[in-house]
């Protein structure tokens, strides 16, 4: 089954290597000089771990290298906050969708599951390599990612800004792994549900995007209950410091 599971995927699984090194290359050469910098400017020497100007001072300098020499590249923009955005989708629509529907639509299910394994032995082996392998690649990105933007998080904490966790939220840390093994998964059930590859690559695409869009607009806001106030229209309202502002 290893060996069966490996020649059919193989070449998603070589793409999924590099697209994962190309990533790892980006963010290890910038993160080295990030950290250079963050030591440059004292913003990882322990005075920064009070409250005082001066680390506050550090941190900002540092942000803004970050800023300046990063994020406004917009070559280093697609490919480390669009694309994250996008590969589990990916992931879902050319490893997930023709998982099972290939075998289907080239009738191939009829040798492998007449063999001396039942089929549900066949399926959990097959679709159990596969989910290995993309949650490995993706467990390596996100602590690539989670190691790069370890800085700009530092100064968001000590500043109370909350925006920039909002920015990131689907681009770090285990969210990354999420999307990408719910995208695989509904690319699979696609696949077995329809037992075409093309209508259920565009099946999975409209529905993880749907989710997606429902997930950012309406139910992240609520993964904890917001405070609420209500005070006359001539009366201040006081925000607490680092508050994420829904409407």
Same mark, same amino acid.
């Given at each position: 089954?290893?060996?069966?599971?490996?020649?059919?995927?193989?070449?998603?699984? @070589? +793409?999924?290597?590099?697209?994962?090194?190309?990533?790892?290359?980006?963010?290890?050469? &910038?993160?080295?000089?990030?950290?250079?910098?963050?030591?440059?400017?004292?913003?990882?020497?322990?005075?920064?771990?009070? !409250?005082?100007?001066?680390?506050?001072?550090?941190?900002?300098?540092?942000?803004?290298? +970050?800023?300046?020499?990063?994020?406004?590249?917009?070559? #280093?923009?697609?490919?480390?906050?669009?694309?994250?955005?996008?590969?589990?989708?990916?992931?879902?629509?050319?490893?997930?969708?023709?998982?099972?529907?290939?075998?289907?639509?080239?009738? &191939?299910?009829?040798?492998?599951?007449?063999?001396?394994?039942?089929?549900?032995? $066949?399926?959990?082996?097959?679709?159990?390599?596969?989910?290995?392998?993309?949650?490995?690649?993706?467990?390596?990105?996100?602590?690539? @990612?989670?190691? $790069? !933007?370890?800085?700009?998080?530092?100064?968001?904490?000590?500043?109370?800004?909350?925006?920039?966790?909002?920015? #990131?939220?689907?681009?770090?840390?285990?969210?990354?792994?999420?999307?990408?093994?719910?995208?695989?998964?509904?690319?699979? #059930?696609?696949?077995?549900?329809?037992?075409?590859?093309?209508?259920?690559?565009?099946? &999975?695409?409209?529905? @993880?995007?749907?989710?997606?869009?429902?997930?950012?607009? #309406?139910?992240?806001?609520?993964?904890?209950?917001?405070? &609420?106030?209500?005070?006359?229209?001539?009366?201040?309202?006081?925000?607490?410091?680092?508050?994420?502002?829904?409407?």
């Amino acid at each position: 089954m290893i060996w069966l599971t490996w020649r059919q995927h193989r070449i998603e699984i @070589f +793409i999924m290597g590099i697209v994962l090194l190309l990533f790892a290359t980006v963010l290890l050469v &910038t993160g080295l000089n990030i950290v250079a910098e963050a030591q440059k400017v004292g913003a990882t020497t322990s005075p920064c771990m009070s !409250n005082h100007s001066p680390c506050f001072q550090a941190q900002a300098t540092l942000a803004n290298y +970050i800023y300046y020499h990063f994020m406004q590249n917009q070559a #280093f923009y697609l490919i480390c906050m669009v694309l994250p955005l996008a590969l589990p989708a990916l992931v879902g629509i050319f490893i997930g969708a023709p998982a099972i529907a290939r075998e289907f639509e080239q009738g &191939t299910y009829r040798l492998v599951w007449s063999q001396g394994i039942p089929w549900s032995r $066949w399926s959990f082996r097959k679709i159990g390599l596969i989910t290995c392998a993309v949650l490995c690649a993706f467990a390596i990105l996100s602590g690539l @990612f989670s190691w $790069w !933007n370890a800085p700009l998080m530092s100064l968001s904490i000590r500043q109370g800004n909350s925006d920039d966790f909002s920015t #990131f939220f689907d681009n770090w840390g285990v969210v990354t792994v999420a999307y990408a093994l719910f995208a695989l998964m509904l690319g699979i #059930f696609a696949g077995t549900v329809l037992r075409k590859t093309v209508p259920a690559m565009a099946l &999975t695409l409209v529905i @993880f995007v749907a989710v997606r869009l429902l997930i950012a607009g #309406f139910w992240r806001p609520y993964y904890l209950p917001p405070v &609420t106030v209500i005070a006359p229209l001539n009366t201040a309202i006081q925000v607490p410091a680092g508050s994420w502002i829904i409407r």
